[in-house]
């Protein structure tokens, strides 16, 4: 039975595991991985470097004497630099580095995401991730949600569960009606509903993000437009 990992929009837990991930690529797969990932992103980033030291945390605890055992604990502390490559103007190419705090949540986010993916293609294991698209483009959105229909690199039938506010995946070229769920939460109870597109039975030839617009799927808020009073 694969392993199923839970992971929120922050990439808190995500981050964590993926630096020891890339601390453990001694055979520099993982590091091929992750700049094939980033250059299919088109983010101007050709390498990094990853770096990373331990801090021992309890150096300032007083000394008891020679009989009493202390142990020592320690933090991590990564240094991470992206090298990015640009064209001037006079046709030469430079190279500048840039801290991984210095670049775009989104950047930072694809980054922590590759290590997990890699893994997941390995071991055939389960991806949960909440809000999948905060800080990245639609269309990168898809594109990592169509590398676990590859059969070429998604040998092991890795599975991926995202939660998601973007339309952009509502199209039946991309993904099956059971691939496709709504959630639908009732304004009187409070209570949320989880159901398939493959329940409400849409048309194949039919433009399901224009119908989910509508409302004809559920799903979507009903705004209520008031005026505005001074």
């Known amino acids: 039975?694969?392993?199923?990992?839970?992971?929120?929009?922050?990439?808190?837990?995500?981050?964590?595991?993926?630096?020891?991930?890339?601390?453990?690529?001694?055979?520099?797969?993982?590091?091929?991985?992750?700049?094939?990932?980033?250059?299919?992103?088109?983010?101007?980033?050709?390498?990094?470097?990853?770096?990373?030291?331990?801090?021992p945390i309890n150096d300032s605890l007083p000394n008891y004497g020679p009989k009493v055992k202390i142990l020592t604990f320690t933090e991590k502390e990564y240094r991470i630099v992206m090298k990015h490559e640009i064209l001037k103007n006079d046709g030469s190419i430079e190279t500048y580095e840039m801290g991984i705090?210095?670049?775009?949540?989104?950047?930072?986010?694809?980054?922590?995401?590759?290590?997990?993916?890699?893994?997941?293609?390995?071991?055939?294991?389960?991806?949960?991730?909440?809000?999948f698209d905060i800080s990245l483009h639609p269309?990168?959105?898809?594109?990592?949600?169509?590398?676990?229909?590859?059969?070429?690199?998604?040998?092991?039938?890795?599975?991926?569960?995202?939660?998601?506010?973007?339309?952009?995946?509502?199209?039946?070229?991309?993904?099956r009606r059971d691939q496709i769920y709504f959630v639908n939460k009732s304004n009187k109870t409070a209570i949320s509903e989880l159901y398939s597109l493959d329940e409400l039975s849409p048309r194949t030839s039919e433009d399901i993000r224009k119908a989910y617009l509508q409302g004809r799927f559920g799903s979507v808020p009903n705004i209520i437009e008031e005026a505005c009073h001074a």
């Open 139 to 175: 269309l990168l959105v898809e594109h990592l949600t169509k590398l676990f229909n590859n059969p070429i690199l998604n040998k092991n039938n890795a599975q991926l569960i995202i939660s998601i506010h973007t339309v952009d995946l509502l199209n039946l070229k991309l993904l």
């Open 101 to 131: 705090n210095s670049e775009s949540k989104g950047t930072v986010s694809l980054f922590t995401l590759s290590p997990i993916l890699k893994r997941a293609f390995s071991t055939g294991e389960t991806i949960c991730i909440d809000e």
């Open 1 to 55: 039975m694969t392993g199923i990992n839970t992971y929120d929009s922050k990439y808190n837990t995500m981050f964590s595991q993926a630096n020891l991930m890339f601390e453990k690529d001694e055979d520099g797969s993982l590091k091929e991985f992750t700049k094939q990932i980033l250059k299919e992103a088109d983010l101007n980033i050709t390498d990094y470097t990853f770096e990373s030291r331990d801090i």
